[in-house]
């Protein structure tokens, strides 16, 4: 099926049926300032594929759970507090990824230390380590087969791991889709960065593995790269900064830096998911 516009006009339309007519999908559509094309969710990925050269903007899949959560930042009573896209690119020009991100993360360690300590919680103080929960030294390296199963996450239901009947992508008005997040005023909630450490961490990874951000839920994006890590060591490396940046994906997911280096190695797929 063609790709099917329904824009700004979303919020006026009538007697459209499927997700896209219900009331709560037409309120969290109703001030999004972007273009938004509908598709089935099984061809999501191909239709990203043809609007990034369609010249209406840097397409970004967006997630169907809690869609509406995404697309907080647009209603009226958010947008007083938006920091300015052009404020955040500028934000994200002047950061050294990852490590203004890591220097960040100590700083916060350290007030949480300092706060525990003032209430007399010393049950929570616990020795700052740079790797993470059950990743010791002598922990073997598990080599993996390719994991491209999941793909594009943000448009398969969580239960029946199938593509859901529709799905919608964003056409951002740039050229740089590694300004999306920005775009978006997405990220800065519990250990989630701010948007532009997001824009930061896209640029580097673009110029390094060919990242490109296809998918963008209200806690998760996936992302999918043209070029993956050829060594361990560089596997190593690279999971280290991902850990920086999203520790959920180790800590209450692959369970160590080894695993999540192999699956680097493994994949032309990364997925990012902020508890």
């Known amino acids: 099926m063609s790709p099917r516009l329904i824009g700004l006009w979303l919020g006026e339309a009538s007697g459209q049926g499927g997700s896209a007519g219900s009331g709560a999908r037409m309120a969290a559509f109703a001030n999004f300032p972007y273009e938004i094309v509908e598709t089935h969710g099984e061809d999501a990925l191909a239709t990203w594929e043809a609007l990034k050269t369609a010249g209406r903007g840097a397409p970004v899949v967006l997630g169907e759970e809690e869609l509406d959560n995404l697309l907080v930042p647009f209603d009226p009573r958010a947008r007083a507090r938006q920091t300015p896209i052009a404020e955040i690119l500028a934000a994200a020009d002047a950061i050294d990824f990852p490590d203004d991100l890591r220097r960040l993360r100590?700083?916060?360690?350290?007030?949480?230390?300092?706060?525990?300590?003032?209430?007399?919680?010393?049950?929570?103080?616990?020795?700052?380590?740079?790797?993470?929960?059950?990743?010791?030294?002598?922990?073997?390296?598990?080599?993996?087969?390719?994991?491209?199963?999941?793909?594009?996450?943000?448009?398969?239901?969580?239960?029946?791991?199938?593509?859901?009947?529709?799905?919608?992508?964003?056409?951002?008005?740039?050229?740089?889709?590694?300004?999306?997040?920005?775009?978006?005023?997405?990220?800065?909630?519990?250990?989630?960065?701010?948007?532009?450490?997001?824009?930061?961490?896209?640029?580097?990874?673009?110029?390094?593995?060919?990242?490109?951000?296809?998918?963008?839920?209200?806690?998760?994006?996936?992302?999918?790269?043209?070029?993956?890590?050829?060594?361990?060591?560089?596997a190593l490396e690279l999971a280290r900064a991902q850990y920086s940046y999203c520790n959920d994906i180790v800590d209450q997911g692959v369970r160590s830096l080894r695993a999540l280096a192999a699956g680097l190695m493994a994949s032309h797929w990364w997925f990012f998911w902020w508890d």
């Open 106 to 234: 100590h700083e916060e360690h350290a007030e949480a230390v300092a706060y525990f300590k003032t209430i007399g919680a010393y049950g929570f103080i616990t020795d700052e380590a740079d790797a993470p929960l059950g990743d010791w030294p002598e922990a073997p390296w598990r080599e993996t087969g390719p994991s491209d199963a999941d793909e594009l996450s943000v448009v398969y239901d969580v239960m029946t791991r199938q593509p859901k009947p529709t799905a919608h992508i964003a056409l951002i008005p740039t050229d740089d889709p590694t300004a999306i997040p920005a775009y978006m005023h997405w990220g800065n909630w519990n250990e989630c960065p701010s948007s532009a450490y997001h824009v930061a961490a896209l640029r580097l990874w673009r110029g390094r593995y060919g990242a490109e951000l296809v998918g963008l839920a209200s806690n998760a994006m996936n992302l999918r790269v043209s070029r993956r890590p050829a060594t361990r060591e560089e």
